[in-house]
């Protein structure tokens, strides 16, 4: 997904109209659009204000992030923690596995209880 499909998709996202968006940047409905449709590209003032509306990421919208708010950069590093953890869980006979399983999902439980 590109920038104008991404500007686009975030404001049907949040219910928003072309002319709320249009107010909220002051500009006119016209130069949304254009954004929108690809024809015209936002400066970095915009872009940055377009993501606080959305309430995502600049780097997500510029497709430099997987996540709305997480950045490329984030995103690897999850990417790298969970293969560790793969890594050691694969290590682990069915036995175990499955007892790691119960003893992290009782850990969530007594996490969620006040």
Request: charged fraction near 35%; aromatic fraction near 8%.
């Amino acid at each position: 997904m590109n920038l104008n499909e991404r500007l686009k998709a975030c404001r049907e996202k949040k219910g928003y109209t072309q002319t709320f968006i249009s107010e909220k940047l002051d500009v006119n409905k016209a130069t949304l659009s254009s954004y929108e449709s690809g024809r015209r590209k936002p400066d970095y003032g915009t872009l940055t204000k377009l993501a606080d509306i959305y309430e995502v990421s600049v780097d997500y919208l510029l497709g430099r992030a997987i996540h709305e708010k997480l950045t490329v950069k984030e995103s690897e590093e999850i990417g790298k923690e969970t293969n560790e953890w793969m890594k050691l869980i694969n290590q682990l006979s069915e036995e175990n596995k499955d007892l790691f399983k119960s003893t992290i999902q009782s850990f969530i439980s007594k996490n969620k209880t006040p």
